[in-house]
């Protein structure tokens, strides 16, 4: 039996009801078939439900909404299961999760429009391998691109490596599909740049991690892909001279530049002992790295030229100590790799605290500078531990245990240590959420870091979707 939000027992039916809505493949509940989705990637969140519904089609997923509102059925939407806060495990008892990996169908392509229109459950490679064989890009990149599902990503405007140059999921997303709460069907699908009669709906799906429905399907923008890509790392002293590197290197690549990542000592240390294969960038260790990448249409070869005049400004300058460019695919792959082995690096230095935090871009080295300072003072011999987009202001600030500490001893700190990093972040007119989202994770800290009337115009929207609070409730906002 399952106990819904009013405490009403359901019955066998309800589960055979909704076998009947999608077929033998669409529920799961078998134990041993659940667990996967009752727990989060890393391990640190952890639901209960005793059936998965994986409907294959958005009149499925409208049909078990339906069902679920009748019901008073809770309901969690799920893509891929790779999120970070929380989002996608149940919190309310009796909670079915609707899993859209049964979803990946594509459903149109418009290459004179520039778009492409896929199922939400597509994960975020298969995406771009669809806008490749158009010989386009779609330009969202993350370390999780392989399992993470385009419905998630945009649920929790997933931003990536390329925010710079193409902006995060919002930026690409021009139509959504959406099942509302009580089951019935938007269809938004438009792949227009203009449109200015009346809301712009689809900007309240995009980041609302499933609280006001789920998303179906999305048309999504795409560009041209790059003929050309130079890609350089660099070795720093410090934050500010990174940031200097930065507008520097805005001002000699334009809109060319498509990347740049900022990474402490500590970040490359690990990744080299998480993933043995890799080799150091440079003979001696430095206190910062940058990654920085270009890309173009234009002939191949065409970058290395401003690449290598950047880094000679930047030499002359003192803003940077060494310097190396990739003069291959196979080099730039392994320069990546040093900055997407951040999840492995972080486990092998020790589980840190994790901040997923954005301020102005200019005040990255101040941010960095003040927290270190507060945390030194509150738990002397605490390791920094911190990488992140400098060119879009997140800093993903992942303090490890000071030596000897072991793990489980350090998180029952977690909320002081919270406390210090995002009021500093808020001092800076910062979020506490930059992609990651905000899921059950920091839910208790919305109350604290967004305004009342922020806190009251998300609550009348929830209430407006969903008065009874069924879908995904628990997260965002309570």
């Not at 690990?270 to 234009?298: G, M, N, R």
């Not at 941010?367 to 011999?381: E, Q, S, T, V, Y």
């Not at 245990?401 to 240590?417: D, L, W």
């Amino acid at each position: 039996m399952y106990i819904t939000t009013t405490g009403e027992i359901l019955t066998r039916s309800f589960a055979d009801r909704l076998r009947l809505l999608m077929g033998p493949q669409g529920l799961v509940e078998d134990e041993a078939d659940l667990e996967r989705y009752c727990v989060s990637f890393d391990g640190s969140f952890l639901g209960r439900t005793n059936l998965v519904a994986r409907p294959s089609s958005t009149a499925e997923v409208a049909a078990v909404v339906a069902a679920c509102a009748k019901a008073r059925v809770p309901m969690v939407p799920q893509g891929g299961n790779t999120g970070l806060a929380g989002g996608a495990q149940p919190i309310a008892s009796g909670s079915v999760i609707i899993s859209l990996e049964r979803m990946r169908a594509l459903r149109s392509i418009d290459v004179a429009n520039d778009t492409i229109t896929v199922e939400a459950g597509m994960t975020l490679a298969e995406v771009q391998s669809r806008a490749a064989e158009m010989d386009r890009l779609f330009p969202l990149s993350l370390a999780s691109e392989g399992s993470c599902q385009i419905g998630g990503n945009l649920s929790t405007n997933a931003g990536g490596t390329q925010v710079l140059r193409y902006g995060n999921t919002r930026a690409l997303t021009l139509g959504l599909e959406a099942v509302l709460p009580d089951g019935r069907v938007w269809n938004g699908l438009r792949g227009l740049r203009k449109d200015s009669a009346g809301y712009d709906l689809k900007h309240l799906f995009i980041g609302a991690e499933g609280t006001l429905g789920i998303i179906t399907a999305a048309t999504l923008r795409t560009v041209p892909r790059p003929r050309d890509v130079a890609t350089a790392f660099i070795a720093l002293s410090d934050p500010e001279s990174a940031l200097h590197l930065l507008q520097r290197a805005r001002g000699l690549l334009g809109d060319s530049l498509s990347g740049f990542e900022l990474m402490r000592r500590e970040c490359v240390k690990w990744v080299l002992v998480a993933l043995p294969t890799e080799k150091p960038p440079f003979a001696e260790p430095h206190p910062w790295y940058a990654l920085i990448e270009a890309t173009a249409q234009s002939e191949p070869g065409g970058l290395r030229g401003p690449l290598e005049e950047l880094l000679a400004v930047a030499l002359e300058e003192g803003l940077l100590i060494d310097a190396m460019l990739a003069d291959s695919e196979s080099q730039r792959r392994r320069l990546w790799r040093l900055r997407e082995g951040q999840a492995e690096a972080q486990k092998a230095g020790g589980a840190g605290i994790k901040h997923d935090v954005s301020v102005p871009v200019s005040r990255v080295p101040e941010f960095i500078k003040r927290a270190d300072a507060a945390l030194a003072r509150a738990i002397p011999g605490i390791r920094p531990f911190a990488f992140g987009h400098l060119g879009d202001g997140n800093i993903h600030f992942n303090p490890m245990p000071p030596e000897g500490i072991a793990t489980a001893s350090f998180v029952t700190r977690r909320e002081e240590v919270n406390r210090i990093v995002h009021d500093i972040v808020a001092e800076l007119d910062g979020s506490i959420s930059a992609e990651h989202g905000v899921g059950q994770l920091r839910t208790a800290e919305m109350t604290r870091y967004k305004s009342t009337i922020e806190r009251e115009m998300m609550k009348t929207l929830k209430r407006a979707f969903d008065p009874n609070n069924l879908m995904n409730p628990g997260k965002v906002i309570v």
